[in-house]
């Protein structure tokens, strides 16, 4: 499942797809991977690994 993530403007900010898990990748409006939410660690990370947020907070990959 692929979800559009716009801006007040409605100009697209990018997306979070979402596998069959509950995982979830970050994509910013080019496709490039900003970073991804592992259902079984509950960790959101950066394209790096780098663990950056305890929980979902994947839509806040795309306004950091």
Do not use: F, P, W
Not at 31 to 40: E, K, P
């Amino acid at each position: 499942m692929s979800e559009t993530i716009k801006d007040y403007c409605g100009r697209i900010l990018g997306t979070i797809e979402t596998d069959g898990r509950g995982n979830k990748t970050v994509k910013d409006y080019c496709g490039r991977i900003l970073g991804t939410y592992d259902r079984s660690s509950n960790y959101t990370k950066d394209y790096c690994g780098r663990i950056l947020y305890q929980g979902d907070m994947a839509s806040a990959l795309l306004v950091r």
